[in-house]
């Protein structure tokens, strides 16, 4: 059997590909037996090399791998010979069970950490939603002084709602500049303040029905914004 190199001598137990015999208790271990092998001893069985009492970590999890590693007084790497590749592959990690399970609750409570990472995350973007919606509610009454309070909050959330996820990036600060808002005030005011939507409802072109409600729109604008004399 072929040694491979690794890095910093860690102990390596083999899965055998052929009958395997202990060179110390002498007992046959048959095909697939986990063996050490030294050059002074040759093969061991685990028994033998004193790594028995460790337990298999299958590969895989890398910061359960690594964290149990670390709190393992002995540990060895398992490798086996792949025909197909030419080469020994790691197949896990023998470890202390001690070790394993100290890995297991650090790996549990980073989870946990993740998690109420999450949590604090979004409470933050409903933060800035709200800052948004708030920002945008200014925005408008900036613009339409007379437009009732109510009324602004209430187009700033729909534009929120329209921007969420985006909030902070260009696309919603773009949204609060005059021409954004203006479309935002005016696509209320036609579906809430106008006909428009009943005539869309009656079969009424879009076109023909902007034209229609047009006079009604522009006359709630001028109100909002404080000209009712125009
Ligand atoms: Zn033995």
Redesign the pocket.
């Known amino acids: 059997m072929k040694q491979t190199k690794s890095k910093r001598n860690e102990l390596k137990v083999f899965i055998s590909s052929r009958e395997s015999k202990?060179?110390?208790?002498?007992?046959e271990?048959g095909k697939k037996a986990w063996i050490t092998l030294t050059e002074e001893k040759g093969a061991?069985?685990?028994?033998?090399?004193d790594l028995d009492n460790l337990v298999f970590l299958p590969s895989g999890d890398a910061a359960l791998t690594r964290r149990s590693r670390k709190h393992s007084t002995l540990s060895a790497v398992v490798l086996k010979w792949s025909k197909a590749r030419k080469r020994y592959e790691r197949q896990g990690l023998l470890v202390e069970e001690a070790a394993l399970k100290r890995a297991e609750t650090v790996c549990l409570a980073d989870e946990d950490t993740r998690a109420q990472r999450r949590i604090r995350e979004a409470d933050r973007r409903a933060e800035l939603d709200l800052a948004y919606i708030r920002r945008f509610a200014e925005v408008i009454r900036q613009f339409y002084p007379k437009c009732p309070a109510e009324t602004a909050q209430s187009i700033a959330e729909h534009a929120c709602a329209k921007y969420s996820g985006r909030v902070g990036r260009s696309a919603a600060a773009k949204a609060l500049d005059e021409d954004a808002v203006r479309l935002a005030v005016i696509a209320r005011v036609r579906h809430v303040e106008t006909r428009y939507d009943r005539l869309l409802m009656s079969g009424w072109d879009r076109v023909e029905a902007r034209l229609c409600v047009e006079d009604a729109v522009r006359s709630v604008l001028a109100k909002w914004q404080g000209n009712e004399g125009w």
């Open positions: 202990c060179d110390e208790c002498k007992e271990l061991l069985c685990l028994s033998c090399a």
